[in-house]
C-alpha cells in the first residue's frame, strides 16, 4: 500500500454496503483514507463500515439514495462536517429495475434508472467538487457496467417485438 497511499484524503463511495463499492471502500481504507460509505440502507452499510473499523480503518456509513437530490447534498455535507473536506468520489450506486430488452421496458424503470446511474452521478459530482477545490483539487471515479453492451450483443439473437 505504500505505492498508493490516501493518508489524510477522505473518499465518499456509494454502493458500498456489498459487491465493488464495498472493496473499493475496504481498499482506500486500508490504504489510509477516511471513508463514507454511502447506499439506500443502513444495515448493510454499517456492516462494511464495521469491518472497515475492525480492520484498523476508519469508516462513516450514511444512508442516502442517490436518486434523491436531498438526500445526495446531505451526504456531502455530512461528509464534510465529519471530516473537514472531501478528495475523491466513487460513483459506484447503479439500479437495474428491469431485466430484458429495453423495448420491454415500463418507461417508469428507464425513469428510475436514468435518475440513479446518471443524475445521481451528476449530482454528487456537483455537489462534491466545490469542496474537493478548496481542498486542491480531488478525483472522481464514475463506474459503469457492460451490461449495454452485453445487451446490444443480445439484442440480436432475441425475437423483436411485434408491432401493436
Excluded at 475492525?54 to 442517490?66: D, F, L, S
Excluded at 481542498?135 to 432475441?158: D, E, F, L
Amino acid at each position: 500500500m505504500e505505492q498508493f497511499s490516501l493518508k489524510d484524503k477522505v473518499a465518499i463511495v456509494t454502493g458500498g454496503s456489498r459487491g465493488i463499492g464495498e472493496a473499493i471502500a475496504q481498499t482506500y481504507a486500508q490504504a489510509g483514507a477516511k471513508v463514507v460509505l454511502a447506499s439506500r440502507k443502513i444495515d448493510g452499510l454499517n456492516e462494511t463500515a464495521d469491518k472497515i473499523k475492525a480492520a484498523g480503518g476508519e469508516a462513516t456509513a450514511i444512508a442516502a439514495h442517490m436518486g434523491d437530490h436531498a438526500a445526495v447534498k446531505q451526504l456531502v455535507q455530512q461528509t464534510v462536517e465529519i471530516y473537514g473536506g472531501l478528495d475523491i468520489v466513487v460513483n459506484n450506486a447503479a439500479t437495474n429495475p428491469h431485466f430484458g430488452p429495453l423495448l420491454t421496458s415500463e418507461e417508469s424503470m428507464w425513469d428510475k434508472t436514468l435518475d440513479v446511474n446518471l443524475r445521481g452521478y451528476f449530482r454528487l459530482i456537483r455537489e462534491a467538487v466545490p469542496h474537493m477545490i478548496v481542498r486542491g483539487g480531488g478525483k472522481v471515479i464514475n463506474i459503469a457496467s457492460i451490461a449495454g453492451i452485453c445487451h446490444r450483443r443480445a439484442w440480436a439473437c432475441t425475437e423483436s417485438p411485434k408491432p401493436p
